[in-house]
T-cell receptor, first 118, second 117 residues
């Protein structure tokens, strides 16, 4: 079974600075997907960024980028120019590529609560 | 477009009582998922519907939990009888059905916070 580990329960960063959230995972599969989801306080969880394991290029979405190290099974999220609206719980998640078509069965980490300091 | 809606947002019940959680997915989303987060722990998959059929219920903890999706629209998750360890946040998510193609992310609801005392 796959596991996802987020070793930082809480992180804080000064507004406009850069912060990196860590995520490691364990799997015996070679093809899979990795995700970062964000849940702002009292709001819905939304997808921040997605990485396909067979792609070597790190995914980026505006101020959000990942450092995907497949051999090390590491998938960290970098947030540049942090903004107050980035304050949220961030969850790292894994999905096997072998799931039957349409099954978004995700394995999540325990989350990292990110605080932005004005 | 309306998002995934969950009701109630909070529920406090006593051990041994029954609670029913409801999820309305985004219109047109055939995939519907239930996940649960116990305090301080990871979010865990419970089950997956495709339309009205249970595709994968491998995450359901025990037979006190019953999920239904009659007519392939909204879904309910009933816990009967509730135990203390059932406390947590129950998330519902939906997505479009795909045939091996990425068709967008999971859309999550706000969750239902269940407290069993």
């Amino acid at each position: 079974a796959q596991t996802v580990t987020q070793s930082q329960p809480e992180m804080s960063v000064q507004e406009a600075e850069t912060v990196t959230l860590s995520c490691t995972y364990d799997t015996s599969e070679s093809d899979y997907y990795l995700f970062w989801y964000k849940q702002p306080p009292s709001r819905q969880m939304i997808l921040v960024i997605r990485q396909e394991a067979y792609k070597q290029q790190n995914a980026t979405e505006n101020r959000f980028s990942v450092n995907f190290q497949k051999a090390a099974k590491s998938f960290s999220l970098k947030i540049s120019d942090s903004q107050l609206g980035d304050a949220a719980m961030y969850f790292c998640a894994y999905r096997s590529a072998e799931e039957p078509g349409g099954n978004e069965k995700l394995t999540f980490g325990t989350g990292t609560r990110l605080t932005i300091i004005p | 477009e309306a998002g995934v809606t969950q009701f109630p947002s909070h529920s406090v019940i006593e051990k041994g009582q029954t609670v029913t959680l409801r999820c309305d997915p985004i219109s047109g989303h055939d995939n519907l998922y239930w996940y649960r987060r116990v305090m301080g722990k990871e979010i865990k998959f419970l089950l997956h519907f495709v339309k009205e059929s249970k595709q994968d219920e491998s995450g359901m903890p025990n037979n006190r939990f019953l999920a239904e999706r009659t007519g392939g629209t909204y879904s309910t998750l009933k816990v009967q009888p509730a135990e203390l360890e059932d406390s947590g946040v129950y998330f519902c998510a939906s997505s479009q059905l795909r045939d091996g193609q990425w068709k967008g992310p999971l859309h999550f609801g706000n969750g239902t916070r269940l407290t069993v005392t």
